[in-house]
């Protein structure tokens, strides 16, 4: 069965530190992968996408992702995380031949002064 | 990208009524999805709503229970039926575009509708 794991439900950062954020598929081909920042009482923002060619993406808000095939994963990182990077944030997986996505469970980070 | 606008931004309910969620997109798009994130969860996909054809729905979502309407390409309904508490949830429309340098399809949000039944 296809399925998605952000395995760390919650993670506390220093402001200015680095931050990653992991996350494991399982599917059978090589699946679209994005992900997603919600903050608190808003609606999803796609901060980056993965579909084929170069392996490290970069995207939104100093945001970059590397997809490693190998560990079926796709983790999230970013340098030096500033206080509003505090949200919820979501790994999402699609098929090729399918628009739906699969969701992870979130992962929330909190960014302490 | 989409601008995505959805009314009502949050609701109090009593059980047993139903309410319709609008969602509205400024341009417009082949496919929208609804998406249901209960408290503390991740989103979880209710069904797929094409313009001219009856919407799709997950297993564990039924029709009778959460009728969609999709009368054109920039708007789309979903009705949350005989409500209970279980319904309290935020409620997501969502739409597929092409996008990026890649012409890839990326799926854009709306700020969600925050449902809370009595």
């Known amino acids: 069965a296809q399925s998605v794991t952000q395995p760390d439900i919650h993670i506390t950062v220093s402001e200015g530190a680095s931050l990653e954020l992991r996350c494991n598929y399982s599917?059978?081909?090589?699946?679209?992968l994005f992900w997603y920042v919600q903050s608190p009482g808003q609606g999803l923002q796609l901060l980056l996408k993965y579909f084929s060619g170069d392996t490290l993406v970069q995207g939104i808000k100093g945001f970059e992702a590397e997809f490693k095939r190998s560990q079926s994963s796709f983790n999230l990182r970013k340098p030096s995380v500033h206080w509003s990077d505090a949200a919820e944030y979501f790994c999402a997986v699609g098929l090729s031949n399918d628009y739906k996505l699969s969701f992870g469970a979130g992962t929330t980070v909190t960014v302490r002064a | 990208s989409a601008v995505i606008s959805q009314k009502p931004s949050r609701d109090i309910c009593q059980r047993g009524t139903s309410l319709t969620i609008q969602c509205q997109v400024d341009?417009?798009?082949?496919?929208m999805f609804w998406y249901r994130q209960q408290p503390g969860q991740s989103l979880t996909l209710i069904a797929t709503a094409n313009q001219g054809s009856e919407a799709t729905y997950e297993s564990g979502f039924v029709i009778d229970k959460f009728p969609i309407s999709r009368p054109n390409l920039t708007f789309s309904t979903l009705t949350v039926s005989n409500m209970s508490p279980e319904d309290s949830s935020i409620y997501l429309c969502?739409?597929?575009?092409?996008?990026?340098?890649?012409?890839?399809?990326?799926?854009?949000f709306g700020p969600g509708t925050r449902l809370t039944v009595t």
């Open positions: 341009s417009q798009v082949t496919m």
């Open positions: 969502s739409v597929e575009m092409l996008a990026g340098e890649k012409n890839t399809y990326e799926q854009y």
């Open positions: 599917y059978g081909a090589t699946p679209y």
